[in-house]
């Protein structure tokens, strides 16, 4: 998934970062509400942790900022203001879910998890494409039960353009949700992950194929 991560405290952010990249996910931070409210309005996430104390004000005060604008991107409050009021009204203010520090990480993967199952969250079906089977959530690609061995970043390459078969895919949305704002995105790296994923898939035979549409993106679709 990306996931915009709002975070102030350094060493927590740090580690919270890269425990989530080892679980696949793509991460961009932002340590002041200012940041996240300009991040939250202009990425593309499909989930956002949220801290509280900001050193410009309530992160709790980003959520019905975004659901103003129909942006219905699901929340989880990470906060050290923890008690019964505090998470009722963060919930009452439209958090998904909220979370009392300290806690574990596996709590809060658990709870991620949780708000993908929910019907108008962001779970997804597995996508068939071809004989690709691929679950975006879990990043899992199979070919007729064989696994693929996908590095995160052909993942979300390959969450885009499933998500999206038979139609063009613009570059910047796919660059947008395959880097975090602060990797530096060199315009060849794109194609060498889109190259070694259409090759993994020719090699597995999946029935696929990722086309190159000059100057615009890539559009992937079924071999007819
Ligand atoms: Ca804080």
Same mark, same amino acid.
């Given at each position: 998934m990306h996931i915009l991560l709002v975070e102030d405290e350094p060493e927590l952010a740090e580690a919270l970062k890269s425990a989530l990249q080892r679980d696949h996910h793509v991460v961009d931070l932002a340590d002041t509400f200012g940041l996240a409210r300009e991040a939250a309005l202009h990425g593309a996430h499909e989930l956002i942790l949220l801290d509280r104390t900001l050193p410009d004000g309530d992160? $709790?005060? $980003?959520i019905p900022l975004l659901r103003a604008r129909n942006c219905l991107v699901p929340v989880i409050v990470l906060s050290a203001l923890g008690g019964l009021p505090d998470r009722v009204e963060g919930l009452d203010e439209g958090a998904d879910d909220y979370l009392g520090k300290p806690f574990a990480l596996e709590e809060l993967f658990a709870r991620i998890r949780a708000v993908g199952r929910r019907p108008s969250g962001i779970q997804e079906e597995s996508i068939r494409a071809g004989d690709l089977l691929f679950d975006p959530m879990t990043g899992e690609a199979t070919v007729r039960g064989e696994r693929l061995e996908l590095p995160r970043r052909e993942i979300r390459v390959l969450t885009v353009l499933t998500r999206r078969l038979g139609r063009t895919v613009l570059r910047e949305s796919i660059e947008m949700a395959v880097y975090g704002f602060d990797d530096g995105i060199h315009s060849n790296t794109l194609d060498s992950h889109v190259s070694r994923l259409r090759r993994k898939l020719a090699d597995a035979d999946a029935g696929v194929e990722i086309h190159a549409i000059r100057g615009v993106g890539y559009l992937m679709r079924e071999r007819t």
């Open positions: 992160g $709790l005060a $980003l």
